[in-house]
């Protein structure tokens, strides 16, 4: 069993988005490593200043810490480029390829 979380962010500078990216890369990927229970993370940048993530975690637990360190991290490096709250979307995965 495993669960996933996605999150999608609204930005309010698009063109900023590139570099932001990479500080995620070097920023939050290593704290996505280090979390027990977090499979992958992935980041996507959806045009038009949209941004969204996706964790896959072995746990539920391991889910909601993704979330919590994730807004964290947003909070102390990109607050100025976030509009609002993402919206969280988080459960079991039931099906995949």
């Known amino acids: 069993m495993a669960f996933a979380s996605i999150r999608q962010y609204r930005t309010s500078?698009?063109?900023e988005v590139g570099r932001?990216?990479?500080?995620a890369d070097t920023g939050f990927v290593p704290i996505a490593r280090d979390t027990d229970g977090?499979?992958?993370w992935y980041l996507i940048d959806a045009g038009?200043?949209?941004l969204a993530t996706i964790t896959i975690c072995e746990t539920q637990a391991a889910a909601d810490e993704s979330v919590e360190k994730a807004r964290a991290w947003v909070g102390a490096n990109a607050a100025d480029l976030v509009?609002?709250?993402p919206?969280?979307?988080s459960g079991e995965?039931?099906?995949?390829s």
């Not at 932001?20 to 500080?23: E, L």
């Not at 995965?93 to 995949?96: F, N, V, Y």
């Open 83 to 85: 509009e609002g709250s």
């Open 93 to 96: 995965i039931r099906a995949q």
């Open 48 to 50: 038009d200043g949209t």
């Open 13 to 15: 500078d698009a063109a």
């Open 87 to 89: 919206t969280v979307t």
């Open 20 to 23: 932001r990216a990479g500080q």
């Open 38 to 40: 977090i499979e992958a």
